[in-house]
C-alpha cells in the first residue's frame, strides 16, 4: 500500500493498511489549531512571518496554510461553505488583536465591542445594532456563546419550524460555487485528501442552539434546556430535528452535484453526545431522536456517493458506539481518551474493524499543554503503536490544539509521527 496523500487517505477510510499513517491538521473546526499557538508554531519552525488568519472565529483558529502543511507533513484539505457560525463571510481580511496582544487578521464581518473589564463581544452578521450573541472573556482564548433570545418560549403556541426557520437553510449559489471552486482546485492541481468540513446537521449540536447567527432568535435557546426539551416538549424537538433534516437531504444532493466523488469523506455531524464522565443523551434518546434521521442522510450518502460519514462527538461516548454504527456512522473524531470508557486499546480492539479513529493522537487537556516535550513524544508514539496498525487511524490530537501550547510540544508531537512513519516504511 501506499501512494499520494490521497490515495493513502481512502486506504485508511477502508481500513487497509496505508504503510503510513495519515495526518491532519486543520481540515475540521473540531481538528484545527488556536491562532496564537500556530503563529508560536510558524516561528519556532523558522517559517515565513506572517499574522494569523483567523478562519473560525468561535474557536479562533488559525488558517492551516500550504507553508504549514509542507513543514508538517499534512495530508488533507477541508472544504466548508466560507460562511462563519457567526453568519459573515471569511472574507475582507482586517487586523485584529487577541486578547493576549497577539496582532491576527479577522474577516470584515468579524465585529466586536470591548466592556470596561475587557470582555470581548461579538455581534451576528457583522451588525452592531443587534444584541451580541457571544463573548470573549478577557484573557480568553476563545468565544462563548451569550443568550439572545427574543421572548419567553411559549409551549402552547410553539412552532418549532417558524423559530429555527433562519437556522437551518439550504446552501446559497455562492457557497456553492465557492466550495466547488476550492473542491476542483485542490483535486486538479495536488495529491491532497479532500474533506467536505461544512456540517450537514447540527441537532442538538451546543454551539448551534443558542442561534449564533441569528439577530433575533426565538425559540429554547439554552443548551440545558434545549436537553430538557426532550423530555418535557418532545414533539417539538422532534419537528426541529425533522426540519434539520430535510435541510441536510437538500444540502447533501447539492454537494453531490458540484463535487462528486472529488471529496473523500464529509461531515455529518459536530454534536457531542458525551461528557468527560458520562453521556449527555441516553441510548434510548438517542435512538428516538438522532438515529433515525442520520441513518436517512447517512445511508443516502453511501448508496449515491463513495463518501464516508465523520461524525464528532467528545465524551465518553463507547456505550453510545453500537447505536453509531447501526445510524451509518464510518469515522469518529475527536476520540477523547482522556474520557471514562475510552481506553485506546479497548477502542482499536473492540471498535476497530468498525469505525476509523480520526483523532486521539495526544491528550490536549493535560500532555500537550503542560507536559514536556519528551512526554508528548512518548504519548504519541504509543497512541500511533495502538490505532494505527492494520490503517482505519487519521492522526490528530484529541480536539483543537489550545493557545497556550507550547511550539516545541507541538513540534514533537509532529516528530513523532514522522519518526513512526519512518519506521514504518
Known amino acids: 500500500m501506499g501512494g499520494t496523500s490521497r490515495e493513502r487517505f481512502i486506504q485508511t477510510i477502508h481500513h487497509q493498511d496505508p504503510g503510513q499513517v495519515v495526518v491532519d491538521l486543520g481540515a ?64 475582507g481580511w482586517k487586523s485584529w488583536h487577541l486578547p493576549q496582544g497577539l496582532e491576527v487578521e479577522v474577516p470584515a464581518g468579524f465585529v466586536c465591542s470591548v466592556d470596561e473589564k475587557n470582555n470581548t463581544y461579538m455581534y451576528p452578521c457583522g451588525d452592531r445594532h443587534a444584541k451580541p450573541v457571544a463573548k470573549l472573556p478577557a484573557g480568553g482564548f476563545f468565544f462563548d456563546n451569550v443568550d439572545h433570545t427574543v421572548g419567553e418560549f411559549d409551549e402552547d403556541n410553539a412552532n418549532a419550524r417558524e423559530d429555527y426557520k433562519n437556522d437551518y437553510q439550504v446552501y446559497t449559489d455562492k457557497q456553492l460555487r465557492f466550495m466547488e471552486e476550492q473542491i476542483d482546485y485542490y483535486y486538479n492541481n495536488t495529491d491532497y485528501a479532500i474533506f467536505g468540513a461544512a456540517a450537514l446537521t447540527a441537532m442538538g449540536d451546543m454551539a448551534y442552539i443558542p442561534g449564533p447567527a441569528q439577530k433575533l432568535p426565538k425559540g429554547i435557546r439554552s443548551p440545558e434546556d434545549w436537553l430538557v426539551a426532550h423530555y418535557t ?43 468527560q464522565r458520562s453521556q449527555y443523551i441516553s441510548n434510548d434518546m438517542y435512538r428516538e431522536f438522532y438515529l433515525p434521521r442520520h441513518k436517512k442522510l447517512n445511508d443516502w450518502i453511501h448508496r449515491n456517493t463513495d463518501w464516508k460519514v465523520f461524525f464528532h462527538s467528545c465524551g465518553a461516548i463507547e456505550k453510545l458506539m453500537p447505536e453509531l454504527y447501526e445510524a451509518g456512522v464510518d469515522i469518529l473524531n475527536p476520540v477523547q481518551c482522556s474520557a471514562d470508557g475510552m481506553d485506546p486499546r479497548m477502542l482499536k480492539e473492540k471498535w476497530g474493524d468498525k469505525f476509523v479513529f480520526w483523532g486521539g493522537g495526544v491528550d490536549t487537556q493535560r500532555t500537550l499543554p503542560f507536559g514536556t516535550p519528551e512526554e508528548v513524544y512518548t504519548e504519541v508514539l504509543e497512541r500511533l503503536k495502538i490505532f494505527a496498525p492494520g490503517g482505519g487511524f487519521v492522526f490528530n490530537a484529541i480536539h483543537n490544539i489550545q493557545g497556550p501550547t507550547k511550539p516545541e510540544n507541538i513540534n514533537a508531537m509532529f516528530e513523532a509521527v514522522r519518526d513512526y512513519n519512518r519506521m514504518a516504511k
Request: aromatic share 6%; net charge negative; charged share 25%.
Open 233 to 275: 416538549v418532545p414533539e417539538y424537538v422532534h419537528e426541529c430535528y425533522e426540519m434539520q433534516l430535510e435541510t441536510a437531504m437538500k444540502n447533501v444532493k447539492l454537494l453531490k452535484e458540484i463535487a462528486g466523488n472529488k471529496i473523500q469523506a464529509v461531515f455529518v455531524s459536530g454534536t457531542d453526545l458525551g461528557t
Open 28 to 91: 475540521a473546526s473540531t481538528t484545527g489549531i488556536h491562532a496564537e499557538a500556530l503563529s508560536n508554531l510558524r516561528n519556532y519552525l523558522g517559517l515565513t512571518p506572517k499574522r494569523e488568519r483567523i478562519s473560525e472565529p468561535f474557536q479562533l483558529l488559525g488558517e492551516v496554510d500550504e507553508e504549514i502543511r509542507k513543514a508538517l507533513g499534512i495530508d488533507i484539505v477541508g472544504i466548508g461553505t466560507n460562511t462563519t457560525i457567526y453568519g459573515f463571510e471569511n472574507a
